[in-house]
């Protein structure tokens, strides 16, 4: 198993640009996540979903949008993307209930210029 | 906001020695994971306790949770310089529908000198 991938691993924007960071999973988790880590903050959630067809905010979801299609899929968009951005995201998935392990990808580094 | 709050933020010490961190949080909770991050990588889950237990261990790991003080302790022993990361606390919590969601402290960075 691969676990969770993430793609790209460096990414460089400048401001008012989009992307998408890619996330993956091999483990059939129902449960996916997205968190940015800036230092001193800890990680903190952006978006979350359950399953396919469903997504939720998290706890800092402005700028971004999710979707999820596929159990294996969770692609994060940033639509105009602004300094305050600048952050490294990371991908979790589990299964889906209280009391279950987070795997977590490696991590993709954002610059927003 | 985050629910978990580690203390200290940095801890230095030398390999064999123990190293203790602790985690406080806000409001009741189910789990409460710890995880570890070496630099530059993603989390690894080390342990989870639940709010019905007290005391839990794994090798060298040692974790526990005092549920009528909102807090939790990580105890690591015989330490070593590959014990070198930043450890987090993570308290998950369900308030209905899909809202499943786990929240993480701000992590406490440990260093261990050889």
């Known amino acids: 198993n691969a676990g969770v991938t993430q793609t790209p691993k460096f990414q460089v924007l400048k401001t008012g640009q989009s992307m998408t960071l890619q996330c993956a999973q091999d483990m059939n988790h129902e449960y996916m996540s997205w968190y940015r880590q800036d230092p001193g903050m800890g990680l903190r959630l952006i978006h979350y979903s359950v399953g396919a067809g469903i997504t939720d905010q998290g706890e800092v979801p402005n700028g971004y949008n999710v979707s999820r299609s596929t159990t294996e899929d969770f692609p994060l968009r940033l639509l105009s993307a602004a300094p305050s951005q600048t952050s490294v995201y990371f991908c979790?998935?589990?299964?889906?209930?209280?009391?279950?392990?987070?795997?977590f990808g490696p991590g993709t580094r954002l610059t927003v210029t | 906001s985050q629910q978990g709050e580690e203390d200290p933020q940095a801890l230095s010490i030398q390999e064999g020695e123990n190293a203790t961190m602790n985690c406080s949080y806000k409001?009741?909770?189910?789990?409460l994971q710890w995880y570890r991050q070496n630099s530059g990588r993603g989390l690894v889950h080390l342990i989870l306790?639940?709010?019905?237990?007290r005391e839990k261990h794994s090798g060298r790991l040692r974790v526990t949770l005092d549920t009528s003080k909102k807090s939790s302790s990580l105890l690591i022993t015989a330490s070593r310089a590959a014990d070198t990361a930043s450890y987090f606390c993570?308290?998950?919590?369900?308030?209905?529908?899909?809202?499943?969601?786990?929240?993480f402290g701000k992590g406490t960075l440990l260093t261990v000198n050889p």
């Open positions: 993570a308290t998950d919590s369900y308030s209905g529908g899909s809202n499943y969601k786990l929240t």
């Open positions: 979790a998935s589990s299964y889906v209930g209280l009391g279950y392990e987070q795997y």
């Open positions: 306790i639940r709010s019905n237990e």
């Open positions: 409001t009741s909770i189910n789990n």
